[in-house]
């Protein structure tokens, strides 16, 4: 999975027009990337029972420019961060990028923790990661980010033809405001060509401009966003490597050594038969050293192992950095430019969020904006990206300034218990209780256009309230993966493997055992084909342009090339849908063979209820099957978002 050298790829024109320039070519930019390319270009058809049938393609392609200012060999040598968690694999699931990960990941399911004597101390470190639960990845996904950058890249040139173009530095930016938002041009930015003999500046004019450009972003000061945080006098030590020998008596799991000079030692399995070490270097530490270099680094990972004894093959990587934490006060601006990943959020690596916090914005904004170039939202709905993002980011940097310092084995200044608690613990505790959070899935955002308020006062819980395990299944949350039974075959699939990721919207119906609920689903489904008939009659031979025909029994068989696709869940397994409807059902049907997807959602088997998924795996809105107005209440929410 080797990239072509860059002086493979031409060098762009200039001026050169593109819908979206995206500055910074790691995960988040080429998670952004791939996702505006997907969404934008044609997918292909699997016949199997648990395809999609795709929408015809837009009208062309998103026009993407993609860059980074190093070359990638340089890129690699920055290591960076290394572990998906749940959350962040169901996302890449998806998008169908996770299987790639998976054929090169560690699956760590296993913790150990170890006081400064060597004995193990269990319910301490990174116990969290044995008891994640109500998903398929039970487990840290830990694979370095150079592969990961591979793995994307190879996807991003092999299925549409998207490359990086490297050493390729942002320098600038114009907004043009008599351009109207979304208009081509109304960002100008100016970009270092270092590729050649001699630097070359040439200029990009796109519609929006996506800052993926790390920690160190040019793009947030020259679009004039202003950040909040402090830095510390803390400095942390990252070496990755391959050992020829340990006395670890666990060395394949997520470990902590709880050391009193180092503080708490972070001990992590990589892939190709590494190791990530990690500790605290205090002042006292480094003066030790001329030179903070390998050697020192190796020498200072012998000591804060101990009582362990490691001794190493090879050094891939190791480097020295300061901890801090930053939040910018917009991830977007002007209309047209937005910040994702470390360009708006910086903190430590204490507890593993890095690339996991920058798959959640990549996976918000994506759809998002990919619908608004594709002319089928609103661009209002552009305004929900900072709305959802940013209040979990400053949750992250909170709980980060906590973490960073116990992770050097002291008390954070906001503690308010004994004093002469032992910081190992303290940090075990707090790693246990924001286990949902670690891993991503009690992630909430509040309500928005995206997000309607839930009014059933049992499930009225705020996003902001201290998430429970599993997480509810109500709007502002993750719609959970539960297990279906497909027709005729009876074969089990996944709701998630149901829902993919095409920037598609997913109504999902619930169909209740009661004859009220079977009422209620004919009366949702007259509902939807009237509108489909209507729209159909509106258009000059009953067919408008990209309508599709893919579908068989008649509800779908002419429609506007919305990105919208229904789910009907029957509560029991049976021989045939029709029979027990009295009707095709609405889209796709499958169902909950042991009642178990029913109970997981929260909804009553004889009553039922309706879901409508985002494409992101969100739920957007939960509504009552049986009320009158529940075809209403779907078209409502749809058409705050969608040009309908």
Same mark, same amino acid.
């Given at each position: 999975m080797e990239e072509p050298p860059s002086s493979s790829t031409p060098r762009p024109p200039t001026p050169?027009? $593109?819908? $979206?320039?995206i500055v910074g070519a790691g995960p988040v930019g080429l998670t952004l990337a791939y996702q505006l390319s997907r969404f934008s270009q044609k997918q292909p058809y699997d016949q199997s029972c648990t395809s999609i049938p795709p929408r015809q393609p837009s009208s062309r392609p998103i026009s993407i420019h993609l860059i980074e200012a190093h070359p990638k060999p340089v890129q690699e040598s920055f290591g960076r961060a290394v572990t998906f968690w749940s959350r962040s694999m169901e996302m890449l699931d998806q998008l169908d990028l996770a *299987?790639?990960?998976l054929q090169q990941c560690v699956a760590v399911r296993h913790s150990a923790a170890y006081d400064q004597s060597g004995t193990e101390v269990f319910g301490r470190g990174w116990s969290f990661v044995e008891g994640i639960s109500d998903t398929r990845y039970r487990f840290a996904s830990v694979l370095r980010q150079k592969f990961v950058e591979d793995i994307f890249r190879q996807r991003l040139r092999a299925e549409f033809g998207v490359n990086v173009t490297e050493q390729a530095k942002f320098v600038g930016l114009e907004v043009d405001q008599g351009i109207e938002e979304g208009g081509m041009g109304r960002v100008t930015a100016k970009i270092v060509d270092s590729s050649g003999s001699e630097p070359r500046e040439y200029v %990009?004019?796109? +519609?929006?401009?996506?800052?993926?450009?790390? /920690? +160190?972003?040019a793009v947030r000061g020259a679009a004039g966003i202003e950040s909040d945080g402090d830095r510390t006098e803390d400095k942390w030590v990252r070496i990755d490597g391959v050992l020829t020998s340990t006395t670890m008596p666990k060395p394949r799991c997520y470990g902590a050594i709880e050391s009193p000079i180092y503080g708490n030692v972070l001990w992590i399995p990589l892939d190709h038969g590494a190791t990530r070490i990690?500790? *605290?270097l205090n002042e006292d530490r480094r003066k030790r050293y001329p030179e903070l270099n390998t050697e020192a680094f190796v020498n200072e990972a012998k000591l804060a192992v101990a009582p362990f004894e490691i001794e190493y093959e090879k050094v891939d990587w190791a480097s020295v950095y300061t901890v801090g934490q930053r939040v910018a006060r917009n991830f977007w601006t002007k209309g047209c430019i937005f910040l994702a990943g470390?360009?708006? @959020?910086? @903190? /430590?690596s204490g507890a593993g969020q890095g690339m996991?916090?920058?798959? @959640?914005?990549?996976v918000n904004l994506g759809w998002k904006l990919a619908l608004v170039l594709m002319g089928l939202a609103k661009k209002e709905v552009l305004s929900t990206y900072e709305l959802e993002r940013r209040p979990n980011a400053q949750r992250l940097i909170k709980y980060d300034e906590d973490i960073s310092v116990l992770v050097t084995g002291r008390l954070p200044k906001s503690w308010k218990g004994d004093p002469t608690e032992d910081p190992n613990i303290v940090l075990g505790q707090i790693l246990q209780e924001a286990k949902g959070f670690n891993t991503g899935l009690t992630i909430g955002y509040e309500e928005n256009l995206a997000v309607w308020k839930n009014e059933s006062a049992a499930n009225g819980l705020s996003a902001a309230d201290k998430a429970i395990i599993p997480a509810p299944a109500i709007p502002g949350y993750r719609a959970p993966d539960v297990k279906l039974v497909t027709p005729a075959l009876w074969e089990p699939v996944w709701l @998630?493997?149901?829902t993919r990721n095409l920037a598609t919207f997913y109504i999902v119906i619930f169909v209740g055992k009661s004859v009220q609920a079977r009422e209620s689903f004919v009366r949702l489904k007259n509902m939807v084909l009237s509108r489909k008939a209507t729209v159909a009659a509106s258009t000059t031979n009953g067919l408008l342009p990209g309508a599709n025909s893919v579908h068989s029994n008649g509800l779908d068989r002419y429609y506007r090339d919305e990105p919208v696709e229904y789910l009907t869940l029957l509560p029991q397994t049976v021989a045939n849908a029709w029979h027990e409807l009295g009707t095709d059902p609405i889209g796709r049907v499958y169902y909950d063979g042991d009642g178990s997807a029913n109970q997981r959602y929260g909804v009553d088997i004889d009553l039922g209820a %309706?879901?409508?998924l985002r494409p992101d795996g969100w739920i957007g809105a939960r509504l009552d099957l049986n009320a009158p107005d529940v075809g209403n209440s779907i078209e409502k929410y749809l058409g705050g978002l969608l040009l309908r």
């Open positions: 050169l027009e $593109v819908d $979206v320039l *299987a790639d990960l %990009v004019k796109c +519609r929006y401009l996506i800052g993926c450009d790390g /920690s +160190r972003t990690g500790f *605290a470390d360009a708006c @959020h910086t @903190h /430590s996991n916090a920058g798959m @959640h914005d990549a @998630h493997q149901l %309706v879901f409508i």
